[in-house]
């Protein structure tokens, strides 16, 4: 009985937290950027009834070239950071199209950035639920360096 309600517990849990995992809104995978320029992150989250605080989010920047196999897992290497803190999804009124709570982030693409694929990744911190527990995810696409 005791590994029901420990499964039961465990499946809510991870439903919880699937509910407050975020998205990269934009840019859209396989963009092209410039070294040396600004963009604009979007970080979603869906909208959700069970209760988070937002702690903060990273976004890094990292570049492909130098890892033959591909990118590194941004749980193991964020690279450069271009942002570190504070995130506050709210839904704005003001877009054309029905988007869900977000936050747009202005970063530079480094100036020294290799030519070739990267990975713009967003590690996000919250904390969930009446408890409440500890929630970390890593999000990344990849982009061209032109």
Known sequence: ?????????????????????????????????????????????????????????????????PFPAGCPSPSDIIGNILYNGPYDPEFHTNVSVSKPPHQNFTVTIPANARTGPAQLSVTHFSLVGAGPFPFLESRNITINVD
């Not at 699937?18 to 950027?33: C, E, L």
């Not at 970080?43 to 570049?63: H, K, M, N, Q």
């Open 1 to 65: 009985m005791k590994f029901l309600s420990s499964l039961a517990l465990s499946v809510m849990l991870a439903t919880t937290a699937f509910a407050q995992s975020i998205a990269i809104g934009a840019p859209v995978d396989g963009s092209s950027v410039k070294a040396g320029s600004n963009i604009t992150v979007e970080v979603d989250r869906p909208d959700t009834l069970t209760g988070s605080t937002e702690v903060a989010i990273v976004i890094g920047f990292l570049s492909c070239v």
